[in-house]
């Protein structure tokens, strides 16, 4: 069992579309939620970049450039997440 707590304009959506599709009746939404997860799954496996070894050793090297330590490293992702998220 899957619980989530997402927007209420896109549950309305959601549940709007799922009732177009699926019909009215009991069991429309976990069919359109089952669909919607098959679909993400399998777009997220085919995108999916996979590697052998040892991942900290990646973003070991992945990082090796880098002369921050790790709270100012966080400091600048979170500053970096928050204003691509207000764009």
Known sequence: MI??????????RFRELAMRRF??????LSRAVEEAI???VSSVEE???F???DP???IDSVLSDVRLD?????HRIKD???SRVLE
């Open 51 to 53: 590697f052998e070894g």
């Open 3 to 12: 619980r989530a707590k997402i927007d209420g304009r896109l549950e309305l």
């Open 47 to 49: 995108e999916s970049v």
């Open 38 to 40: 098959l679909r993400w």
């Open 56 to 58: 900290v050793e990646v």
């Open 70 to 74: 790790s709270v100012e490293l966080q």
């Open 23 to 28: 019909g009215y009746g009991k069991g429309a």
């Open 80 to 82: 970096i997440w928050v």
